[in-house]
């Protein structure tokens, strides 16, 4: 396999990509990101990356395989004729409802088929339900988390986790009022970018976020049905370290309530739950380290990886049939 091309759109994604062991070129200095570029704060660059600018990329044009996050860097790329992936990090009905004057559901589905048939380019979803939403039969890879650089949990501070972005404008999609709810009486904090919201702060470097899932005693997760999953990479890293997580039920949980955390439609039951963890150490060491156990087996970097190179091979004999 050659050099890659990707975007930096999701420093933390595109980290993971870097465990392809793959050289790859990320195209960075993009417009309508909080940061102009490559965020450091959030991940360090591959050590198998380059920074590029679009433009040198365009002009370079020799790559293997492009990697696209969304539909924007789809089009970046169309004066490349080379095999391309689209990856679907976001519920096609979340993206909807948030972005003013976006099509219908069934009318972006075929749209985007369309494209993707036309150019020779595939899919690849985060999530079966992200891909269903995007009405795309793909592959479905996981994101993971190594076991060696999320681990050693403490749970020393009784305070409940959250890491999310622009929490305020994606409430629904990330279930915002029930997390109120959850963590209500309880002491907690949000880690990440989040305008307008007080006392909510980014983490400071990639060491400190992973020393806040070490320390913090529990990991809260919710989302709207229907708008996202029953786990992120927030969700992963945190299990990963052997957190235990108070989550709503939702599709593709990996949390089983009273073994590796809790889990419920019932907020109510949610908040007593969460507090008994931030009361109860031993509890959250006992569920934490079943925690981890089920991230070491749903979430490998080995599974991240093969599936990956699957996705690169697919791409690559895609756009051959579609060129020949």
Not at 185 to 207: I, R, T, Y
Not at 228 to 255: F, H, K, R
Not at 276 to 299: I, P, Q, V
């Amino acid at each position: 396999m050659g050099r890659l091309l990707t975007f930096n759109c999701h420093e933390a994604y595109v980290h993971l990509l870097g465990k392809l062991g793959l050289p790859m070129d990320v195209i960075d200095g993009l417009p309508g990101r909080y940061t102009s570029c490559w965020d450091g704060r959030m991940r360090p660059v591959p050590a198998s990356a380059r920074l590029v600018q679009l433009e040198e990329a365009l002009a370079d044009g020799r790559y293997d395989v492009a990697i696209t996050h969304n539909i924007t860097d789809l089009l970046a790329l169309r004066a490349l004729a080379l095999p391309k992936i689209l990856v679907l990090h976001v519920d096609l009905r979340a993206r909807v409802r948030e972005e003013p004057g976006a099509h219908d559901v069934p009318l972006m589905q075929r749209q985007v088929r369309e494209y993707l048939n036309s150019i020779g380019a595939v899919a690849v979803a985060v999530s079966k339900t992200k891909a269903e939403s995007w009405g795309q039969a793909c592959l479905v890879i996981a994101p993971g988390a190594d076991p060696d650089e999320y681990r050693g949990y403490e749970g020393s501070r009784a305070v409940a986790l959250r890491v999310a972005n622009q929490v305020l404008a994606r409430r629904e999609r990330l279930a915002w009022d029930a997390h109120l709810g959850i963590v209500a009486g309880h002491p907690s904090v949000l880690v990440g970018h989040n305008p307008g919201l007080e006392g909510a702060a980014a983490a400071s470097s990639w060491d400190d976020l992973r020393q806040r899932y070490r320390e913090h005693r529990a990991y809260v997760h919710t989302a709207g049905l229907g708008l996202d999953d029953g786990y992120n990479l927030g969700v992963v890293e945190a299990m990963m370290t052997g957190m235990p997580i108070v989550s709503l039920a939702l599709p593709e949980s990996p949390v089983r309530d009273g073994d590796n955390g809790y889990v419920s439609d019932d907020v109510s039951y949610l908040n007593d739950r969460l507090g008994e963890l931030l009361r109860d150490r031993g509890r959250a060491h006992e569920l934490g380290r079943r925690a981890r156990e089920t991230a070491c087996e749903c979430f490998s970097i080995a599974a991240f990886v093969q599936g990956w190179r699957g996705a690169i091979e697919l791409a690559r004999d895609t756009f051959a049939r579609a060129a020949s």
